[in-house]
């Protein structure tokens, strides 16, 4: 393994353990928040109890947001030094504002989790609500700036170094609304199946239980309605991509030719090589419709552009379907959830429902890791898109590959410990009365 | 005062604070590896309870400085990563432990052996933290990180570790230890306040010998900082400063009145951090990188002492809530009242 292959499988690991935790963090809050509303709005200590179990389901995750979120801010300067000496200042604002947002998040969430007792019980609402809003704000923050390795804005570039730097231009670059929309939905869909997903494996094991009941009906509640704002999102994220990224939304198609009335290639197997994507169920006219929402529109191809430019055509196409793929899986769940609920005037609780929801717990996740391998792959080869690439990025230090073997055991043994220990608070919740549990916690 | 000037400064102080309140939380898990005697349980619930609501913000201190020096001085930035890859890697996975294992342990089983378990990676990580924390300070200053005019670095992976540095690291770890006990002595009752009253001298002890070590050591490892502690006359102000409060701090203890103490603790740490500052000043990497040729553009230095200004505006009032919320009922500066002067 090369060093830079070692530092990409480094930073890329850290990110995808990280990327779940951070987007847990801008959602959960959220979910326990609305829990600790409706207690204060019903008087029904169900969702007390609720609240309380999935603050403390919160407090491990975001410990461990936090943690993974400070190795990723040491290795950009550790793994991608000239990166960072380039970017640092063009960049730097949006990471510098979430600092504040990442401070209201640890001071609010200290707050809520410590303060049941200690603050009065608007306050300590107030801080929960604190707690979601800074985790969205933070969320945003960072998708600026990686919006900005999309699309680099804000600086001329000259004799390889950035002048007439423009801090605020380059925090909005172009298609930052899109990409900050799409993450957002992102995170609350994808916690509010796998949150929904668990709860609806223990309702069927106990049929009526009202705290599960409880929690599904927020979880999906609230993941159900991003998951079918999620496809209007992925449309708006296209046609920007078709117009600022040409090469990536080729890619993403695995669409190699330019031509008019592009059909839409839906899986198959894109070969840089041979030039094509074999194995594609055809949509005729589907692409240029959806990047340009014209069926006769040109769409340019990977042929269009410099080989030396593309990205690995056949990861980003199979990455980018399987995103889009589950996240209509998603959708479809969550629309028939909403007829459910519509007809049954309440939570959805039907088995066969309840089945697919727990089947469709774990798809959130793997949907936002494939779309976070797009944008990423996608962008490739180039780490600033047009500007360096990322083999210029990389740190001169050596033997990368021994931190790579490290972090990997510690991402793993922090994961199985994570796992096991929400697993122990999920099986042990909804029996206990709420009253009970309440004189439980710490 | 330059714009870089001025950021130097803001670096400066959000390191004062981390080692004001995340070093504390370091420090309180340095005494929960040595916590002994008949009271060995209560000493761990105590720097539990002390640290839980509050060392993930404090924590976030560090995660200011690292984006104001990347995004204010980015080559620097770039420099001491790479100058100084296997201990920053060492002190992330110290950091990640502790912050893993203090949250595992309290969420986990209440079973004595599997909270022993967390309680060992939590306290070990945490005293390891801190002594790379120093390491990583003390190789700033020692003038042997050399570093080429694009950063690329010309000294090798090991340049960092030395006696010096050495000293520094276990400087750190013995003040954050001191500062910890300090703070606990205040928040303890009874003999559990006595037990880290006693602890606080013994840290006082370690201190003042890392610190000699540290110094004698610079004068042969890091001239320039040795020059810079000894012959500037300002300096030589804040080391007489330093002292009276380091005397002041260890007086209070033996004089059993532990809220001077604690005052004096964080003055001793506040002047300490400053005068480590003042004596490389204007150097961020000693000798080849300062605030000024490791400067980003001016527009984005500007605009990010005013995003710095508006955030204090957020976060000092939410800060002051927090800590008013746990450290209430002990007299403690403006972070907290006592209830009762309130009503």
């Given amino acids: 393994m090369t060093d830079l292959l070692a530092a990409r499988w480094l930073f890329g690991a850290s990110l995808a353990f990280h990327i779940v935790f951070a987007a847990v963090g801008v959602a959960m809050p959220l979910f326990m928040v609305l829990a600790e509303w409706r207690w204060h709005r019903t008087g029904d200590d169900v969702h007390l109890d609720l609240a309380r179990r999935w603050a403390k389901g919160t407090a491990i995750l975001f410990a461990v947001g936090a943690v993974s979120g400070t190795v990723i801010s040491f290795e950009l300067g550790l793994l991608w030094p000239r990166f960072m000496a380039f970017a640092g200042p063009i960049i730097g604002m949006p990471f510098s504002l979430e600092g504040f947002a990442f401070f209201a998040e640890a001071i609010f969430l200290g707050i809520y989790l410590y303060g049941w007792d200690r603050v009065p019980p608007r306050l300590h609402l107030a801080a929960g609500a604190a707690v979601a809003v800074s985790g969205a704000v933070s969320a945003f923050f960072v998708t600026l700036a990686n919006a900005w390795m999309n699309s680099p804005a804000g600086f001329r570039l000259a004799a390889g170094r950035a002048e007439d730097v423009a801090p605020l231009a380059a925090m909005f670059p172009p298609g930052w609304s899109h990409e900050v929309l799409h993450v957002l939905l992102s995170s609350y869909a994808a916690t509010g199946f796998a949150v929904a997903g668990i709860h609806a494996l223990l309702l069927r094991r106990k049929p009526g239980n009202a705290f599960h009941r409880a929690a599904l009906g927020i979880a999906l509640g609230v993941g159900g309605l991003a998951a079918l704002l999620q496809p209007l999102s992925g449309d708006l994220s296209a046609r920007q991509v078709a117009e600022t990224q040409p090469v990536k939304l080729a890619a993403l198609e695995g669409h190699f030719r330019t031509q008019r009335g592009a059909p839409l290639l839906v899986g198959g197997l894109a ?121 210029q990025a990389v740190t001169p230090v050596s033997n990368l590959t021994v931190p790579f073997a490290g972090f990997m055991l510690l991402y793993v043994f922090l994961g199985v410990m994570v796992g096991l220990l929400l697993w122990r608070q999920i099986a042990r919740a909804g029996d206990a009365p709420a009253a009970q549990v309440v004189r439980e916690m710490p | ?155 090798g992976q090991l340049a960092g570790f030395s006696f010096f540095t050495l000293a520094t690291g276990l400087f750190a770890c013995a003040l954050f230890a001191f500062l910890a006990a300090t703070y606990l002595a205040v928040e303890a009752e009874g003999p559990l306040a006595e037990d880290f009253r006693l602890r606080a001298l013994a840290a006082g002890v370690a201190v003042f010998t890392t610190a000699a070590a540290s110094l004698a050591l610079s004068r042969s490892e890091a001239p320039l900082v040795f020059a810079g502690l000894t012959a500037r006359r300002w300096s030589l102000l804040l080391q007489l400063a330093t002292g009276a409060a380091a005397v002041t701090a260890f007086g209070a203890l033996l004089a059993r009145r532990p809220h001077l103490a604690r005052a004096a603790a964080v003055a001793q740490v506040t002047l300490i951090v400053i005068g480590w500052g003042a004596s490389q000043y204007p150097y961020l990497v000693v000798p080849d990188v300062t605030l000024a040729s490791a400067s980003g553009p001016r527009a984005t230095q500007v605009a990010l002492l005013v995003a710095l200004a508006a955030g204090a505006v957020l976060l000092f009032p939410s800060l002051y809530l927090l800590f008013r919320v746990f450290k209430g009922e002990r007299p403690f500066s403006v972070v907290d009242r006592r209830p009762a002067r309130r009503a």
């Fill in chain 2, 1 to 155: 005062m330059t714009t870089a000037d001025l950021l130097g400064a803001v670096i400066l102080a959000a390191l004062v604070a981390y080692a004001l309140l995340a070093g504390a939380d370091f420090g309180g898990g340095v005494w929960d590896l040595l916590a002994s005697g008949p009271r060995k349980a209560e000493q761990r619930r105590l720097v539990e309870h002390a640290i839980g609501p509050i060392w993930e913000a404090n924590h976030v201190w560090l995660i200011l400085v690292v984006v104001v020096l990347f995004t204010g001085f980015p080559l620097a930035f770039a420099a001491v990563s790479t100058t100084l890859f296997l201990p920053l890697v060492l002190l992330l996975v110290g950091i990640v432990l502790r912050g893993a294992a203090f949250t595992f342990r309290t969420y986990d089983d209440h079973d004595d052996r599997i909270q022993a378990r967390w309680g060992l990676v939590f306290s070990a990580s945490s005293t390891l933290a801190p002594l790379l924390l120093g390491l990583v300070v003390g190789a700033l200053a020692s003038g042997r990180l050399r570093v080429g005019a694009d950063g690329v670095p010309l000294a």
């Fill in chain 1, 271 to 391: 070969d840089a090589e041979a030039r094509e994507t074999r194995f594609a169920l055809e949509i005729p006219y589907g692409l240029s419709l959806l990047a340009f929402h014209d069926p006769h529109a040109e769409v340019k191809g990977l042929e269009a552009f410099p080989r030396d430019t593309w990205p690995n055509t056949l990861l980003v196409h199979l990455a980018f379907d399987a995103m889009v793929g589950l996240g209509t899986l998603l959708a479809l769940v969550a629309l028939v959830g909403a007829a459910l609920a519509w007809r049954a005037r309440g939570v959805p609780t039907a088995r066969r429902y309840l089945t697919a929801v727990v089947a469709a717990g774990p798809l959130g996740f793997l949907a936002l890791e494939a779309g976070w391998l797009v944008t990423e792959w996608g962008r490739q080869p180039f780490t600033i898109r047009g500007v360096m690439r990322t083999a």
